[in-house]
């Protein structure tokens, strides 16, 4: 019979640098066998929900963090019994072990040769591991052996157990916990976690700064339903920050337009109304992305963002338009990738899928990311217009208001017309005045229009 050892998985970065995520579910029990890129726990970026496969087959051993806990990227999750197959057991379905990285996980390791650590979630780039020599991570850990089969002499490798930090050390907390506590005023040396292992959750925190302002003297904080409090962390966490740094670094310049659709308005009931459109989901907000994709042709200067660090404005030759959803979870900008190349009829389709997948908070951080200039339908909740805040590294956004019936002069007379405002944001520094009123009015004059297309194609 073959031995037995131990592998962990740490909980890897899933996409463009997020330092932690929660776990919101797992899928798996101790003791439960499992296969290779099997689901084994549902985990909440700052960015979307995601479905986390397992890097191995054989038995969960262990699992270390609870539902709800805010883990940091590198730390061991959970633990499974796989079959030792030798210096390549536990490869993945790349044929790349999992590396240890004793830095990340408070478990002593040995020296080992490099190694390929997996793209396990199908985010990142595979990163490249040289081997490290030996050391015991901050807050050492107790060990436990885990009995092989009978009939061998093996022993697996041990399982971390937790034990209270080393006097000295830091209390185990996530970034957002500390800072909480700094804010509060907060010594989490004083604060005993009760948390998995020991962790210092945000409301140890906040027990241990109502408790001393209590013992001080001072009023207690209100109860009841007075007022309700709900933790900023996930996707509106992310949205929160990502604004503030986008109206704070950019200089914002909005203009508006109102405009008499309905030739586009009657342009959509006919689209409904053919066979080439039969099953297809078609609003307002099909032709306006279409639009906004053909006055990019003309305008692709708003098709950009800044660059920074290099001082360069960087010009797309793409278009990934994002489209703002509304969920639960919060605002998020899923984008469809290649936008400009997709006729009205597969672009009509991606629009419905992409907004579907986004309020079932179902979107992968890929779509979440690449974005070069988004829309927002505020018609839908029956707004006329706004100030919409860019999505950060893009140059322009544009505002779709609600279609309304209105009084409008057509051939110097009044009559009752379908009309849209539209709003445009842009960033200052990538795009001027004259390019960002030429790209609103092309926008404009295609919905009010649509046979303007011909003279743009």
Do not use: C
């Not at 290099?310 to 469809?336: K, S, W």
């Amino acid at each position: 019979m073959s031995a037995t050892m131990i592998k962990e998985f740490r909980l890897p970065d899933l996409g463009e640098g997020l330092t932690e995520s929660e776990i919101l579910s797992w899928k798996v029990a101790v003791g439960d066998t499992v296969t290779l890129n099997q689901v084994i726990a549902e985990v909440e970026t700052a960015k979307a929900v995601v479905e986390l496969p397992s890097p191995f087959a054989g038995v969960v051993a262990a699992l270390h963090e609870e539902p709800g806990t805010v883990v940091e990227v590198g730390k061991p999750i959970v633990s499974f019994e796989v079959d030792d197959a030798g210096p390549s057991g536990g490869a993945n379905a790349d044929g790349g072990a999992q590396a240890d990285r004793p830095d990340a996980g408070g478990v002593e390791t040995q020296a080992a040769p490099a190694k390929r650590e997996p793209n396990l979630v199908g985010y990142g780039a595979v990163v490249e591991h040289p081997g490290r020599p030996a050391r015991r991570a901050r807050g050492q850990v107790r060990t436990q052996a885990v009995q092989a089969p009978s009939g061998t002499e093996a022993a697996a490798p041990a399982v971390p157990a937790a034990v209270e930090p080393p006097a000295g050390e830091r209390p185990r907390s996530t970034p957002p916990v500390r800072k909480l506590a700094r804010d509060l005023g907060v010594d989490l040396e004083q604060v005993t976690g009760t948390g998995p292992h020991g962790l210092i959750t945000r409301e140890d925190v906040q027990n241990f700064g109502n408790t001393y302002v209590e013992s001080e003297g001072a009023a207690p904080v209100p109860s009841g339903d007075r007022e309700t409090r709900t933790p900023v962390k996930g996707v509106r966490k992310f949205t929160a920050a990502a604004m503030v740094q986008s109206a704070f670094t950019a200089p914002h310049v909005t203009e508006f337009l109102t405009v008499d659709v309905t030739p586009t308005m009657e342009l959509l009931a006919r689209l409904k109304g053919s066979k080439v459109f039969e099953g297809v989901k078609l609003t307002p907000l099909t032709i306006a992305a279409k639009a906004v994709l053909i006055a990019l042709r003309n305008n692709p200067t708003l098709n950009s963002r800044w660059d920074e660090e290099n001082q360069e404005i960087v010009q797309f030759n793409y278009v990934n338009l994002g489209i703002a959803a509304a969920t639960p979870r919060g605002l998020t900008v899923p984008n469809i990738k290649d936008a400009d190349r997709l006729p009205l009829r597969e672009l009509a389709g991606r629009l419905s899928e992409l907004t579907e997948t986004a309020r079932a908070g179902r979107t992968s951080p890929s779509d979440l990311s690449g974005g070069t200039i988004s829309i927002t339908n505020i018609g839908v909740f029956g707004i006329d217009a706004g100030t919409p805040i860019l999505n950060p590294g893009e140059a322009a956004i544009v505002a779709l208001g609600a279609v309304r019936k209105a009084p409008w002069v057509v051939d110097d007379a009044l009559a009752v017309r379908q009309v849209m405002s539209l709003s445009l944001s842009f960033d200052h520094r990538v795009v001027d005045g004259e390019q960002g009123s030429r790209f609103l009015a092309d926008l404009g004059g295609i919905l009010a229009d649509p046979a303007m297309v011909l003279t743009m194609v």
